[in-house]
């Protein structure tokens, strides 16, 4: 099966870099994000213009250059959505708006196969390269390390039940927790207690606190950048830069 790279880089107290795709569909960005030197992608169906079959081959392509591709999908979209992100090639579900314990027992169970969820159960996964492998493995691989839950906590009501969230078990596969903010005044919530992955979206270029974020609270996981900042920016500094005509 192809590598986990965000567990992987856990396992030896390293950060999982992720590259945002919102809107570009072609596989080089894929590759480009890899030869930059990330190790994952945060392919965003919930506020972007991509479709199924764009994040089915972005996902492919992910797994075959080795850099692991998650996927954020729209709020409450369904369990069959899920599943077919899931089965398309993606590693992992990210789950905006997670209110509760409840909402975050729900996302393990849809992305999960039984006994620990309800995934339905199909053959010859991207993530296996499509080869027929036995019920029983596929099950034990796929719930260990292919179907990565991250519980996004985005409200202030949130954040108050941050801890009872962060402690839903799922058999030790609920993994990642994206926060899109972090209040300094509150600190790290309680993560390490819980043995979740602590990650963040949405500090790009800035090193300062993505420093505190990574070397103070413990964040493993980081949302980088994306393909839409890096060229509105890029064009901005570029258009910026050409001189005036000289009268």
């Not at 995934?119 to 390269?129: A, E, H, I, V, Y």
């Not at 493995?137 to 969230?165: C, G, L, Y």
Request: charged content about 20%; aromatic content about 6%.
């Amino acid at each position: 099966m192809h590598a986990n790279n965000l567990l992987q880089a856990t396992a030896s107290n390293q950060v999982c870099k992720a590259f945002g795709i919102k809107a570009s569909p072609h596989t080089h960005i894929v590759q480009l994000a890899k030869n930059a030197g990330f190790e994952s992608l945060f392919i965003d169906l919930e506020h972007a213009w991509l479709s199924l079959e764009q994040t089915t081959t972005l996902c492919h392509v992910g797994l075959l250059a080795g850099i692991s591709p998650f996927v954020r999908v729209p709020h409450q979209c369904g369990n069959g959505f899920v599943q077919r992100v899931l089965d398309v090639g993606a590693l992992g579900v990210i789950f905006p708006h997670i209110q509760s314990a409840k909402d975050a027992k729900v996302a393990v169970r849809i992305c999960k196969y039984p006994p620990q969820g309800c995934r339905s159960m199909t053959g010859q996964l991207p993530q296996f390269d499509l080869h027929g492998i036995p019920v029983d493995e596929i099950i034990r691989q796929a719930n260990q390390s292919a179907s990565t839950v991250f519980a996004m906590i985005e409200s202030a009501d949130a954040a108050k039940r941050a801890d009872e969230i962060t402690a839903v078990e799922g058999g030790d596969v609920v993994r990642g927790w994206v926060f899109r903010s972090v209040d300094r005044s509150r600190g790290q919530p309680g993560m390490r207690a819980h043995g979740k992955i602590f990650g963040l979206a949405g500090i790009y270029d800035d090193p300062a606190t993505q420093d505190w974020v990574i070397n103070e609270l413990g964040c493993r996981f980081m949302l980088v950048q994306q393909d839409t900042s890096l060229i509105s920016g890029g064009a901005r500094k570029a258009a910026a830069a050409v001189p005036s005509v000289r009268s």
